[in-house]
C-alpha cells in the first residue's frame, strides 16, 4: 500500500513538473511576442512616412505613396491590436494550463506577426523607392539642364560645321527642351512616377542628338570640302592625262563615273539635312571608295608608263638574247641531227620555243607602235611584258635543257667506242684462257652464250660505225653488254675450275682403278663426259662422289689444293 502511496506521489510530482516548465516556456515566448509588437509600433516607418510627405507628392506617386500609408495604418490599428488581444487570451489559458488552445494561439500569432514584418519590409523598400526617385529625377533636371545648355552652345558656335542639317537640329533640340520642361515641372509637383516615364524616353532621344551631333560634322566635311575637290581633280587630272596620250581602260566611264559620283555627293547632302545619318554615311563610304578607285585607275598608268620606260631597253635586250639563243640552238641541233638521232624531240621543241619569241617579239613591236601612236594602254602593256618577261625567262630554261642533253653526244659516243673496244679485247682474253686449258671440245650451251656476245659486241661496233647514229640506243646496248660478258666471264671460270678438277680427280682415281670396280666405272663415264660429250660439270660430279665413298675427303682435299694453287703449277700430292 505504501508503494502505491509513494508512485502516485511521483507521479503527481512529474505532472506538475512538466506543467510547471510548459507554462514558463510560454510565458518567455509570450513575452517575446510582446516585444516584437513594441518594436512594430514604434518603429521608424512612421516617421519615414511623414518625412516622405513632406515631399510634396502629386499624381502616380501620391498614389503610390497613398497605398503605402494605408497599409501602415492597418497595421497599426487593426492588425497589432488584435495580436495584443490574441497574446492576453494566451496569457491567461496558460495559466490555467489550457496548453492546446494555447499551442493554436501560439501558431495564429506567430504567422501573424511575420506577416506584418513582411508587409513593414515592403512599406519600406516603396519609400526608399520614392525617395530615390525624388533624388534622382532632381539630380536630372539639374544634369539635364546643363547638358541642353551645351547642346545649344555647341549648335550656335559650330553650326557651320552642320551645314544644312542645323535647322533640324535645333528643332530636334526644341523638342526634347519641351520634353524637359514637362519632366521639370512633373518632378517639381512631386509625380515621380510619371516623370521618370518621361525622363526614359527623354534620355533615349538625348543621347540618340548627341551622336548624330558627333557624326554629322566629319560627314559634312566629306561631302563640301574633300569630295568637291577631288572630283574636280579627278576631272582636270583626266583630261591633262588625255591630252598627254593616256588611254585608259575604261576610258568612256570615267567622265560619266564622275558626274555620278557628283550627283551623289548633292543627294547625300539632301539626305544630311534631313537628319538621315545612317543612309548619308552609307553613301559617303561608297563615294570615297569609288573616288579612291579612279584615283588607282589613273595612278596605275602614269606608273606603268614610267615602269615601260624604264624596262624597255632591258626587254628588248632580253629578247634579242632569247633570239640569239634560239638561232644558235636550231645551227647546233641541225649539225648535230646529221651524225646523231635525236630521239626526245630535241628539234620541235626548240622549234617550239623559237616560234613563241617570235610571238613575244611580234607583240613587242605592236605595243611599240601603239605607244608612238598614243593609242596604248600602257598598264595592259605593261601586264603584257612581265608576262612574257616570265615566259622568256622559261623558255631559256627550257633551251639550256636542250642544249645540255645534246653536248654529251660526241663524249658519249667516244665513251662507246672505248668500252666496245675494251669489250673486245675481254672477249678475246676468254678465248685464249679457254685455248690454254686445251680441252677435248666444248660444250654447245657456252658456245651459244659465247657467240650470242660476241655477236651483241660486233652490232654496236657497226652501229657506231654508221652515218648517223643513235647514242641512246647503244648506250642501252652497252649496258646489256657488259651484262651478258660479266655472265660469260662466270661462265668460263666456272667451265675451266670443272674441267681442271676432273681432271686432277681422274688422276687420282686411277689409283684405285684396278682395285675398286665402282671406281672403275665411275671412272669410265667420267672419262666418256669429259672426252665425249665436253660435259665437264657431269664427269667432275661423277668421279667426285664415286671417290668420296672410297676415300671421304678426298674430293674436298684436291679441290683446296687447287683454289690454294689457282694460280701456280698444280700437282697432286
Known sequence: MTQIFVGIIVVAIIIYATAFFLQKRNEKKFETFRNQVEVIFNSEVEEQLRLTKDLGLTGESLKTFSALESDFKEVKNAKLPKITIQIDEAYEANAKYQFLSNRQLTAEIEVKLISINKTLEGIKKGLVSLKKSDESNHQAVDSLEKKYQDLRKTLLSKNFSYGPSI????????????????????TSAGDHDTAEKVLGNLREDTASLEKILEEIPP?????????????????SG?????????????????????????????????????????????????????????????EKELTAKDKLEKQETSYRKFIDHAEKQSQMLLVELDRLGQNYELDHNELEDAQKLGREIATINSQYDIDKAAIESGDAIYSEVADRVEQNSKSLENIELEQQKINHSIQDLRSDEKKASATIQRFDIELHQIKRQVEQVNLPGLPNDYLDFFYVVSDEIEAVEVAI??????????????????????????????????????ESLLQYANRFRNSNEEIAIAFG???????????????????????????????????KQYYDNIDDDFEIE
Open 238 to 298: 583626266y583630261m591633262k592625262l588625255i591630252d598627254e596620250n593616256y588611254n585608259f581602260p575604261i576610258a568612256d566611264e570615267i567622265p560619266k563615273q564622275i558626274d555620278e559620283l557628283q550627283t551623289g555627293v548633292d543627294k547625300a547632302l539632301a539626305e544630311l539635312e534631313t537628319l538621315e545619318v545612317a543612309t548619308t554615311s552609307v553613301e559617303v563610304n561608297d563615294i570615297a571608295n569609288q573616288i579612291d578607285y579612279l584615283y588607282d585607275v589613273m
Open 167 to 186: 535647322d533640324k537640329l535645333e528643332d530636334k533640340l526644341t523638342g526634347l527642351e519641351d520634353d524637359f520642361d514637362r519632366f521639370s515641372t512633373l
Open 525 to 559: 663415264k667420267a672419262q666418256q663426259l669429259f672426252n665425249n660429250d665436253f660435259n665437264y660439270a657431269a664427269s667432275l660430279e661423277t668421279i667426285a662422289t664415286a671417290l668420296d665413298k672410297v676415300e671421304p675427303g678426298s674430293y674436298k682435299k684436291i679441290e
Open 465 to 502: 660505225g654508221k652515218l648517223k647514229i643513235n647514242i641512246e640506243k647503244i648506250t642501252k646496248q652497252i649496258i646489256d653488254i657488259e651484262a651478258d660478258l660479266e655472265k660469260l666471264q662466270d661462265k668460263t671460270h666456272d667451265l675451266i675450275d670443272s674441267a681442271s678438277l676432273s
Open 219 to 235: 560627314l559634312y566635311k566629306s561631302l563640301k570640302n574633300e569630295f568637291p575637290d577631288q572630283l574636280a581633280e579627278l576631272q
